[in-house]
């Protein structure tokens, strides 16, 4: 497949942003969370998804130049109206108040209401872990899972992001859909021309399909777990406690009043988000140390296959991390190139330069 510089990948990522209206402090946040998505495999929030902020932008359910305002404030919490924002912007406001609160007095909780989709999850988190403190970060979205025993979708894919520090730079990083996969996993297949496994989504007929398309015209993904006898409604729960941090809090859209996210939106999605950062040095002392042995003894279990050793939550994503930067690009398959072709000439900027096909 083709491959690109990972510089030059943010560089057309910014100019993108950059002629669709954003300012350039903006454009740049945002082309670095799309970029640490790609970077560590997660390619369902990369690069893939810049299409969608830039219709966003270009129809007015973006603001790219609003600036976040603090409704209601205490020592530890905070209430903030998003404004509409980008992701990032909202994302980088939100998570640096809960980092200064926590840091204060050991927790900061924000809740966030009037947000566009804000990347992968777990990029938040990572703000609060490389602050030496824990991070969490939770998001609504538009209504793509089908509760247990119900026939249509009424909650989103609805994230659980959750990063802890470890002792010498080690960290545990927790980052999933309360589906059983995301939405942005079904249009990555689409662009591989890949089926989906079984038991990631429920067909027109409502019964499990294995097409992609079919899936993602449908939007009926099943929750973490699948169907009832498999527990299912676990991620049902998990979506469930989600949507009660995030609209619950923020006063936003419940997951069952947002808009779907497309290329033709109009309507502002009001998402919900919450963002939240603890400092583990207020409890028992020798927290990083602890979590390291934990960590360390998960890695250190015998597999069931040697060629597949045991993974603490997270190692994957470092995994392809270390592997993306030694090879110093991103490989992006052929169809997602070709459409990125098109939005360059769309938006009057330089295609990405491509150094195999």
């Not at 640490?36 to 969608?52: F, K, P, T």
């Not at 809960?98 to 988190?125: D, L, R, T």
């Not at 007929?205 to 973490?224: C, I, M, S, V």
Request: net charge neutral; proline share 6%; with cysteine.
């Amino acid at each position: 497949m083709p491959e690109v510089k990972i510089e030059e990948a943010k560089r057309f990522m910014v100019e993108a942003l950059r002629a669709a209206g954003a300012p350039l402090k903006e454009a740049e946040a945002h082309s670095e969370l799309l970029l640490h998505a790609d970077i560590v495999g997660h390619y369902s929030h990369g690069m893939n998804r810049l299409e969608l902020y830039l219709n966003d932008m270009k129809s007015g359910v973006c603001d790219a130049n609003a600036k976040q305002v603090i409704l209601k404030e205490t020592a530890a919490t905070a209430w903030v109206d998003g404004c509409r924002a980008l992701g990032a912007t909202v994302g980088n406001f939100c998570m640096s108040l809960a980092i200064k609160k926590a840091k204060e007095c050991g927790v900061g909780i924000v809740a966030v209401k009037n947000c566009n989709h804000y990347g992968m999850a777990g990029y938040w988190a990572l703000r609060a872990e490389k602050e030496g403190l824990i991070g969490m970060s939770f998001t609504n979205s538009s209504p793509v899972m089908v509760p247990t025993r119900a026939k249509k979708s009424a909650l989103g894919t609805n994230p659980i992001a959750f990063a802890a520090p470890a002792s010498g730079g080690d960290s545990l990083v927790v980052d999933m859909a309360s589906t059983t996969a995301a939405m942005g996993k079904i249009e990555m297949q689409i662009r591989k021309g890949d089926p989906i496994p079984e038991g990631w989504a429920l067909g027109a007929d409502g019964k499990t399909t294995r097409d992609p398309q079919e899936a993602f015209n449908t939007g009926h993904l099943l929750p973490l777990g699948g169907f009832e006898a498999t527990s299912g409604y676990k991620g049902y729960a998990l979506s469930a406690m989600v949507e009660v941090l995030c609209s619950g809090l923020s006063g936003s859209n419940a997951a069952y009043n947002v808009p779907p996210w497309t290329h033709t939106q109009t309507k502002s999605p009001n998402l919900g988000q919450c963002f939240v950062a603890l400092d583990p040095s207020c409890f028992a002392p020798g927290f990083g140390d602890r979590l390291g042995h934990c960590l360390n003894h998960w890695r250190g279990m015998e597999p069931m296959d040697p060629a597949s050793p045991v993974l603490a939550p997270g190692d994957k994503e470092k995994i392809n991390a270390s592997t993306t930067y030694e090879r110093g690009t991103i490989v992006y398959p052929q169809q997602q190139i070709d459409s990125y072709g098109t939005v360059a000439e769309r938006m009057g900027i330089r295609a990405m330069e491509i150094l195999n096909s």
